[in-house]
């Protein structure tokens, strides 16, 4: 019986540290017109009505034979410079993870482009500490200059949360669901 409870309880400790994951949203630059010049799209005003965090995805999609993605520094960001990307993707179907709070500047390295307005800045605003503290993420290892497959995690898409909090909250209370059903679980076994 004691082995049953063991297993049981490895398999719920497993399952709750793998619960923010299921949280996590996938963004869709320009959402329905992708990543393009075309149409005019203000990747700016489609990204401040974002509430990104670490865990989500940014997916660029686009034409490969016309289009890029650039990850560059804030003056290379300003100044259209795709002379020294931090990381460059070509393969139309592009998925950067968020690892890290903090500002994240993409551009299209096509001339011209970034000067039409094909640059993005996703910002990643720290957490409320109301539920505890905000996990600190790693600064993530940089993709080749050529890539041809992205440096990142393919996510399942799910819709994103505009509350932080609230998104903290039920990873929290799904967490504390799972913390009382082990205990019952538990209680149960040994009366």
Same mark, same amino acid.
């Given at each position: ?6 297993? @049981? $309880?490895?398999?719920? &400790?497993? &399952? ?13 630059? /320009? ?7 075309? /149409? ?11 509430? $990104? ?23 290379? %960001?300003?100044?259209?410079? &795709? ?25 299209? /390295?096509?001339? #011209?482009?970034?000067?039409? #307005? ?11 500490? @109301?539920? /505890? ?9 940089? &993709? ?26 039920? #990873? ?10 082990? %205990? ?8």
């Amino acid at each position: 019986m004691a082995g049953r409870g063991f297993s @049981l $309880f490895f398999m719920v &400790a497993v &399952a709750t540290t793998t619960l923010p994951l299921s949280f996590a949203a996938v963004y869709k630059v /320009g959402d329905s017109s992708g990543w393009t010049t075309l /149409g005019n799209i203000d990747y700016k005003k489609w990204a401040s009505s974002k509430t $990104f965090h670490v865990g989500d995805t940014i997916l660029f999609q686009y034409h490969v034979q016309i289009h890029n993605v650039m990850l560059v520094t804030h003056s290379d %960001f300003q100044a259209c410079n &795709a002379t020294s990307p931090m990381a460059t993707y070509t393969t139309g179907n592009d998925s950067y993870l968020i690892k890290t709070h903090g500002h994240h500047y993409f551009l299209c /390295g096509v001339p #011209g482009h970034c000067l039409a #307005g094909q640059k993005v800045d996703i910002n990643v605003a720290r957490e409320s500490s @109301l539920l /505890g503290p905000t996990p600190q993420a790693a600064p993530s290892p940089m &993709a080749s200059t050529s890539s041809s497959t992205p440096a990142s995690l393919s996510v399942p898409a799910v819709s994103p949360s505009e509350s932080p909090p609230l998104n903290a909250l039920m #990873g929290l209370l799904c967490k504390l669901g799972v913390a009382i059903a082990v %205990f019952v679980v538990f209680a149960s076994t040994y009366t």
